[in-house]
């Protein structure tokens, strides 16, 4: 029988040869990796496995998976876990968005989907009650998200409502999809949902793009898996509920109410590409954002109380017509304050831009950051790009972003990502890498999320970006090898929302994956042997990295070097990342996980978390 | 739902007329005598879709599990999709005291039809062009 919480079933999609196949899963490798991100390392280090390096992740043989959890949709806060091996890290990130695609799946009575191969035209995959299709989406490519959105709807509803027009009415089915930047394989191109949702991180959605997928949707009539303990997770759902309504900044603001105090306050916002992380520009405030253009205060997805989405929508002016969300924290900071832009209405154009090409709207304006700073210098001139690249100029950006998502002139170095383009750029003005790369704000070819480690006044600091297996992914940063692992890789492996975890305390959480999947699963065993086998796995890929660029250990566990210039401006003036203290934390984040002082897994380690099979593939770079 | 993402709840607004109740040819449908809802006798209930057809707001479905026809029993007088969201604080959902010249039928609306009109209120002239 399976397990409590999983549906039991996954579907594995050949493009190439259009076959479509049901496997599962054994009961202790679900207990093992649990989910999501989990799952989805296992399934990529038992198909590629020592090939890894070999494998070009746009190559139509890299696995693209969409993973859930057996928390998703039962514990407040669906979400969907997009993985497989990274274009931008050439690891493995567990990306996630928040979706009913991922519900709709779980009813439809499937746990996740792994895709390989190419179609040979545009298709889409269609999940129902009755299984699984590929339908023609020719007419689909090419379309920005908005009207792939629209058209993908109506489209299914009708095909649904033509095969079973007695049952009731048809509602919205969850999709996801790819825009312009994913069909041309822009390198960090999002995975979208909803019309502004992303899974942002890792650069899925060029992976979809190189397969020629350009959606998938699901519509289920089932019920959700059945869990192991009914009675308990009734009550802890009751629990988790409340304690997520308590949390009234989320419900109020959102993220939104930290575009100003993030800079104001705690300085950690990048400004102009990381010149800077202060400002006091008052303009991109939430209140401008709540009473210009809010439309709906209260927004969430299916099964979620936290509501940290409010609508927000331009009705007159150039802008009109753009419809996003909050814009949440890292929108306001990368499509506002990272560009010089200081205007909420400006913030809001730039970042329904990123939705509707299919940009991740942290890695894109990284990137066209990265650029502008070289137009500020003088690297790259007016002639390279085609125009002038001020801070702040809302149509110069719109213009970049666009030539980005369809690769035209400079937009087609752009869209290597900031890392890969600085490469690029240093090779065509016969520059040392070293001279580009200062201003490049990533980690291991990842963007940094929108907080700061210098003024060391937010949640990140020292080593939290430099040694993740995740590059600068801010949704999961390193903390000390421990608490971590219960936190951002069990949520991720769960697959529910962070900030439907934020308000629940941790021995809930736990109580809550015990009553559902029925394993002896706690905190401790999370902190101990779940969590730093995935990381671990996940680390021994990336070390393996390839074709195109690795990671050397240690060199390449570091933070990006702008956070070693001291602090420009604000209240935390002269501050800079400690390197001291980041080695101190990054030998000390090694030895908790069992690596050694260069980061590499040891022997003991690898065979007590029962990945004896990956030792034969660290020893090239033990020394 | 005509826009993506713009879900809205889609409730048996119990018509004065009964449509659903009058099209059944099996006499499956009743109503309950104290709080008016539309109570379905699954005994009788062939699932033939009359009543779906039949409602103005394509309110009621066929359960997936016995294909019978399900309609929003105001569970004995103490809904309690009410109860929580009120608790949630949403207040999306309350119970109202029916005032003698509100016409029920009034809220008996395809739910596509009320998407639509949210959108225009929610997006303005692009709420025009959004819907499908």
Known sequence: MTPGGYAGKWLDVDLSKEEIEEFSFPDETLEQYFGGRGVATKILWDRVGRRWSDLDALA???????????????YPGARICVSGKSPVSNGVVGSTAATEFAVEIRT?????????????????????????????????????????????????????????????????????????????????????????????????GSVMGSKNLKAVVAKGRGRLPEVSAPESVYLLWRKAHRDCMTDTTFRRWGTGHLGYSCGAETSSEPVRNWQEEWHDEKTIGVPHYMDRYWVKVKWSDFNCTTNCMKVSCIKAGRWKGDITDVPDYELQAYCGTNLGIFDAGDNIHISTLMDKLGHSGINCPNTMGYAAE????????EEDIGFKLEWGDTEAFDRLAHMMAYREGIGDVLAEGTYRAALRIAEMKGLKPEELLRYAVQVKGIEVGAHGTRSDKDYTNDMCYAVSVQGGDHTSTAVDGYSDMSDA???????????????????????????????????????????????TLQKALLLMGGPDVTWEPLKDDDNPPRFYEPLPSGPYKGMVTDRERVDIRTQAYFETLGWDERGIPKKETLDRLGLSDVDPLMERFRQ | MPFPGLEVPHLCAQCQDYPCVNACPVEALSTDPVYGAVLVDREKCIGCGACITACPGTVPY??????????????????????????????ALTIVNEGPSVHRKLYSRDPVDTARDLAVKLFGEKGEEVIE
């Open chain 1, 60 to 74: 139509p043989e890299n696995p693209l998976i969409f993973a859930t959890g057996p928390m998703t949709g039962i």
């Open chain 2, 62 to 91: 066929l359960h997936p599990e016995d294909n019978k026809s399900t309609i929003c029993d105001l569970c004995g007088g103490e809904p309690r999709c009410v109860e929580v969201c009120v608790e949630a604080g949403y207040n």
């Open chain 1, 374 to 381: 070289l137009y500020q210098r003088g690297i790259l001139t």
């Open chain 1, 489 to 535: 890789v069990f949520q991720d492996s769960a697959v529910f929302c962070m900030f439907t975890a934020s308000g629940p305390s941790q021995e809930l959480i736990f109580d809550f994956a015990k009553a559902v999947t029925g394993f002896p699963i706690t905190v401790d065993s999370w902190r101990r042997v779940n969590g730093p086998r995935i990381v």
């Open chain 1, 108 to 204: 439809a009575g499937y746990d996740g989907v792994v895709f390989t191969g190419k179609a040979e035209k545009p298709v889409y995959l269609l999940v129902t009650d009755e299984g699984a299709e590929l339908v023609d989406a020719s007419h689909l490519w090419g379309l920005d998200g908005e009207k792939t959105l629209i058209k993908l709807n109506k489209e299914v509803r009708e095909t649904l409502k033509k095969r079973k027009p007695n049952v009731g009415l048809w509602k919205e089915p969850g999709s996801m999809y790819i825009g312009p930047a994913g069909e041309n394989m822009v390198k960090h191109a999002a995975v979208m949902a909803k019309i502004c949702h992303a899974a942002g991180y890792g650069g899925y």
